[in-house]
């Protein structure tokens, strides 16, 4: 099984602020690795698929980066509503994995 | 707009089995694999298997494997998740999701909206 690494796990920051978090994938996964958001008592959100491609109807502060074995996800300048938990996935074979997730939340 | 609707919470009891349900609607239900994700209270998220709604064909999560059963009913374009021998660590949300292909990756979306499975003596 390929393994998923995040981090940071959690993450304190402002709103305003730029935030990465980064995902590593225990083999090379091409593009194939997805971000999705998830709030408390909510199912997860698609925010970006194929690594970089931003999923319609997500803020454009929103992008994600990377190939191979290394990625990124990163919120130019954070508001109220992105708080939430962020998973990575790769859908490169089955099982399609998951990060075990970073909690954003208000410093 | 796609979506998923799940069938409602249920409470069982150990060694008990129980079968969440995930009707498609709004699009051809033959053309896209399913996906069963769980999340325990607290915890990150579990893959638990796919299903080909147009075959039938799945693939299950090592770890469940011998207690995990997924079907599809295609007449109404529902997918099954039944998992037996229930214990106390298999209470979880559990989601269905299902999976668009693209030329580069493929991707989970949109995902229903969560049943919750609580096992409780």
């Known amino acids: 099984d390929i393994q998923m690494t995040q981090s940071p796990s959690s993450l304190s920051a402002s709103v305003g602020d730029r935030v990465t978090i980064t995902c590593r994938a225990s083999?090379?996964?091409?593009?194939?690795l997805n971000w999705y958001q998830q709030k408390p008592g909510k199912a997860p959100e698609l925010l970006i698929y194929a690594a970089s491609s931003l999923q319609s109807g997500v803020p454009s502060r929103f992008s994600g980066s990377g190939s191979g074995t290394d990625f990124t996800l990163s919120i130019s300048s954070l508001q109220p509503e992105d708080f939430a938990t962020y998973y990575c996935?790769?859908?490169?074979?089955?099982?399609?994995?998951f990060g075990q997730g970073t909690k954003l939340d208000i410093k | 707009q796609v979506q998923l609707m799940q069938s409602g919470a249920e409470v069982k009891k150990p060694g008990a089995s129980v079968k969440v349900s995930c009707k498609a609607p709004?699009?051809?239900?033959?053309?896209?694999?399913m996906h069963w994700v769980r999340q325990a209270p607290g915890q990150g998220l579990e893959w638990m298997g796919i299903i080909n709604p147009s075959d039938g064909t799945i693939s299950y999560a090592q770890k469940l494997q011998g207690r995990v059963t997924m079907t599809r009913d295609t007449s109404t374009s529902t997918v099954y998740m039944e998992l037996s021998s229930l214990r106390s660590e298999d209470t979880a949300v559990y989601y269905c999701?299902?999976?668009?292909?693209?030329?580069?990756?493929?991707?989970?979306?949109?995902w229903g909206q969560g049943t919750l499975v609580t096992v409780s003596s």
């Open positions: 996935q790769q859908s490169y074979s089955s099982p399609r994995t």
């Open positions: 999701a299902r999976e668009a292909r693209g030329r580069i990756s493929y991707w989970f979306d949109p």
């Open positions: 709004g699009y051809t239900f033959t053309k896209y694999y």
């Open positions: 083999q090379s996964i091409s593009t194939y």
